[in-house]
């Protein structure tokens, strides 16, 4: 059975970083492409990035740069680190294998 929990998130004010977890088990990290997602209040999920088995990695609008994805096998746990932050950072975080998503954790950026 597939289980994600992320972590990590937290109030921080705008310039600040966090650095996301998403645990994962019932596969292995390593041999899946997965993305994280956010929705922040009253809107649609947004994709935010995207780490494939291969290793290929790819960000959506205004986050690369500021947003590194990464992956531990041994940990068998997905990251996210947001560096630079900004208000409009503000969301819930999601990560995702598939379809498969975890509670989400939420991201709060205000001074």
């Known amino acids: 059975e597939v289980q994600l929990v992320e972590s990590g998130g937290g109030l921080v004010q705008p310039g600040g970083s966090l650095r996301l977890s998403c645990a994962a088990s019932?596969?292995?990290?390593?041999?899946?492409?997965m993305d994280w997602f956010r929705q922040a209040p009253g809107k649609d999920f947004e994709w935010v990035s995207t780490?494939?088995?291969?290793?290929?990695?790819t960000y959506g609008a205004g986050m690369k740069g500021r947003f590194t994805i990464s992956r531990d096998s041994a940990k068998n746990t997905l990251y996210l680190q947001m560096n630079n932050v900004k208000p409009e950072d503000t969301a819930v975080y999601y990560c995702?294998?598939?379809?498969?998503r975890g509670q989400g954790t939420q991201v709060t950026v205000s001074s």
């Open positions: 995702m294998l598939g379809a498969n």
């Open positions: 019932g596969f292995a990290v390593s041999n899946s492409a």
């Open positions: 780490i494939y088995a291969g290793g290929k990695i």
